[in-house]
């Protein structure tokens, strides 16, 4: 993805909150959404009103979101050492377990894009509610070159 698709992705924070910071050479992103603007891409909860395709194309999409956040504050993709750690947040229906499956979407995504720099350890954690009623939400930690 260039600079200029990247940046057409990235949304305005909902808060008063910076959607990256950078520290010592680590990237800290903020929970992403899977939205466009204020359009959320679908919303409900995983297992019930969303299923898993849709809820590993939302994941994706927030991996394309927490990368461009990135990009944009260190200058490029190129600037993108190692996606380090990611956590995935997934409203869940009861009895839906497979919050591991849904996360797959955002890894497969960081992977495709980056390559072995996409690579990460990852925790996938089942929720009640995420903010507006979204079915995903998708926060990073990412090794990055000083800019």
């Known amino acids: 993805m260039s600079h200029d698709q990247n940046n057409e992705l990235l949304n305005r924070p909902g808060g008063n909150y910076l959607p990256v910071i950078v520290h010592d050479g680590v990237a800290y992103v903020s929970g992403q959404l899977p939205r466009r603007g204020e359009d959320l891409l679908c919303v409900g909860k995983v297992g019930a009103e969303v299923d898993l395709k849709t809820a590993q194309e939302a994941a994706a999409f927030c991996a394309d979101l927490c990368l461009a956040a990135v990009s944009q504050t260190v200058g490029g993709d190129d600037n993108i050492v190692q996606v380090l750690r990611i956590v ?23 992977v495709e894009r980056l390559g072995d720099r996409g690579r990460h350890s990852r925790t996938s954690v089942g929720v009640a509610e995420l903010p507006r009623g979204a079915p995903v939400e998708l926060d990073m930690m990412v090794a990055v070159r000083s800019v």
């Open 88 to 110: 995935g947040y997934v409203a869940s229906a009861p009895g839906f377990t497979q919050q591991s499956q849904v996360m797959n979407g955002a890894s497969d995504r960081l």
